[in-house]
């Protein structure tokens, strides 16, 4: 049984990151979502809002799709999950440099693990959680980047 981890910060997750999520349901047996703190990356949801808008967002995905939380190295989180894939999104060449490194960097760590990438859908080439909040800020349309619930969730964050 083939496990992979689709491990982000998803602040907030998007239509994007749904894309990649129901297309790698599809190719893997279980596929677990994780996220993690950031504190670097400072969100604008806590790490349970984050859950629980995956969770809710991923309930009407088909597959043995989990959404859990870790902390530390991600690569510790996947042998503790006997996962043998790390799923990651690659939406441009600008991604590529910085994916390669990580991917790169998690082999050195575990070797036995495998990175694969999914292009992402043109539709969602552009998208990224933090030009969404840049959008909601300034007050601008969501409908096309993220779900009704994560829309509303960012409105009222933003007040
Ligand atoms: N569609 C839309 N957006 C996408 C996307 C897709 N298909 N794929 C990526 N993105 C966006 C995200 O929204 C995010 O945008 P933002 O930066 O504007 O917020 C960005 O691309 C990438 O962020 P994210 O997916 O959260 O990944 P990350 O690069 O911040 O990495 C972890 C997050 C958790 C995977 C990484 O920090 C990690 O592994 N941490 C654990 C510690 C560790 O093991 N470190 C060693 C790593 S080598």
Known sequence: M?????AGTFDP?????????????????????????????????????????LR????????????ESFTG???????RKEASVLV???RA????????????MNRALAPEIETSFF????SYMFVSSSLIREIAAAGGPLDEFVTPLVRDA???RLG
Do not use: C
Not at 56 to 67: A, K, L, Y
Not at 73 to 78: E, G, I, K, Q, T
């Open 2 to 6: 083939a496990t992979a981890v689709y």
């Open 13 to 53: 997750v998007t239509y994007g990151h749904l894309d990649i999520i129901k297309r790698a349901g599809q190719v893997f047996d279980r596929l677990i979502i994780a996220t993690t703190e950031s504190h670097s990356k400072n969100p604008m949801f806590s790490l349970a809002e984050r859950m629980d808008l």
């Open 88 to 90: 990651r999104g690659l």
């Open 56 to 67: 809710q967002s991923v309930d009407e995905i088909d597959g043995n799709i989990q959404v």
């Open 119 to 122: 292009v992402t859908n043109p």
């Open 93 to 104: 060449a600008g991604d590529f440099d910085y994916e390669f490194q990580m991917a790169m």
């Open 73 to 79: 190295l991600l690569v510790d989180f996947a042998r």
């Open 154 to 156: 960012i409105i009222s």
